[in-house]
């Protein structure tokens, strides 16, 4: 998959995350399984939203940076951040504070790593 194709799709599924987090921060917890919704957890939903929204504004502005030191750096970001999601996410289905729909993210997390594995890997080898 071409580097802007994969940067593009972050940045569209980001915005959708973002945009649910922001605007209906009730309702993405609950369909992830909160049990108890209050002021405090919605606020802290939308304070995540801005980290999300972050990763729309990266991926989308760099989704056409050519091979370089900043597009690795942004790629190495977005793979620090995604296997620590994935962590996380792992250990809240197992734990139980997660339902199924946790298996999404988990989906999505293993499917960018993948990607961006993939174009550092194959970056480094036309450095070769």
Same mark, same amino acid.
């Given at each position: &998959?071409?580097?802007?194709? *994969? &940067?593009? $799709?972050?940045?569209?599924? !980001?915005? *959708?995350? #973002?945009? @649910?987090? %922001?605007?209906?921060?009730? $309702? &993405?917890?609950?369909?992830?399984?909160?049990?108890?919704?209050?002021?405090?957890?919605?606020? %802290?939903?939308?304070?995540?939203?801005?980290? $999300?929204?972050?990763?729309?504004? &990266?991926?989308?502005? !760099?989704?056409?940076?050519?091979?370089?030191?900043?597009?690795? !750096?942004?790629?190495?970001? *977005?793979?620090?951040? /995604?296997?620590? @999601?994935?962590?996380?996410?792992? %250990? #809240? /289905?197992?734990? @139980?504070?997660?339902? %199924?729909?946790?298996? *999404?993210?988990? #989906?999505? /997390?293993?499917?960018?790593?993948? @990607?961006?594995?993939?174009?550092?890997?194959?970056?480094?080898?036309?450095?070769?």
């Amino acid at each position: &998959m071409k580097f802007s194709v *994969l &940067m593009t $799709i972050n940045a569209v599924v !980001a915005i *959708l995350f #973002g945009i @649910g987090s %922001m605007f209906a921060p009730a $309702i &993405m917890l609950e369909v992830y399984g909160a049990k108890t919704i209050n002021a405090e957890l919605i606020q %802290m939903t939308r304070f995540f939203s801005s980290a $999300i929204f972050c990763y729309a504004a &990266m991926t989308w502005f !760099a989704r056409n940076a050519e091979e370089s030191e900043a597009r690795r !750096a942004i790629v190495l970001a *977005l793979i620090v951040s /995604y296997v620590i @999601g994935l962590i996380v996410t792992v %250990m #809240g /289905y197992f734990s @139980g504070v997660l339902n %199924m729909f946790a298996w *999404l993210n988990i #989906g999505l /997390y293993v499917f960018f790593l993948l @990607g961006y594995g993939y174009s550092l890997f194959a970056s480094a080898e036309t450095k070769s």
